[in-house]
């Protein structure tokens, strides 16, 4: 059964970290692009970074550029999104998403369940 399942969320302090994990079964990770997205309440569903299959290329929003690193072990079949200097303005679900090309929400077929970031002091 094809899943992507995501954990490391929680409750941090403003300027911590927290590494978020995309665990995928089903299908093998690396041959995708797998992007992280991020749901605030009343907000829409944004793109946060992206990694492509094969080279690895990355991609991040402006927004997390010099904060947020994104990763791949193809060995775990998994996806990383390492968060530091966290900001109240990260506080949002965020997901992980499979796709052929880091592109549009459109393009990413399956999608994890979610998991909550709450940056608060």
């Known amino acids: 059964q094809l899943q992507l399942v995501e954990s490391g969320g929680g409750l941090v302090q403003p300027g911590g970290s927290l590494r978020l994990s995309c665990a995928a079964s089903?299908?093998?990770?690396?041959?995708?692009?797998i992007g992280w997205f991020r749901q605030a309440p009343g907000k829409e569903r944004e793109g946060v970074s992206c990694?492509?299959?094969?080279?690895?290329?990355?991609y991040y929003a402006d927004s997390v550029k010099g904060r947020f690193t994104i990763s791949r072990d193809n060995a775990k079949n998994t996806v990383y999104l390492q968060m530091n200097n966290l900001k109240p303005e990260d506080t949002a679900v965020y997901y992980c998403?499979?796709?052929?090309?880091?592109?549009?929400?459109?393009?990413?077929?399956?999608w994890g369940q979610g998991t909550q970031v709450t940056v608060s002091s």
């Open positions: 089903g299908f093998a990770l690396g041959a995708y692009a």
């Open positions: 998403a499979r796709a052929v090309y880091c592109a549009g929400l459109r393009e990413y077929d399956y």
């Open positions: 990694i492509t299959s094969g080279d690895g290329h990355k």
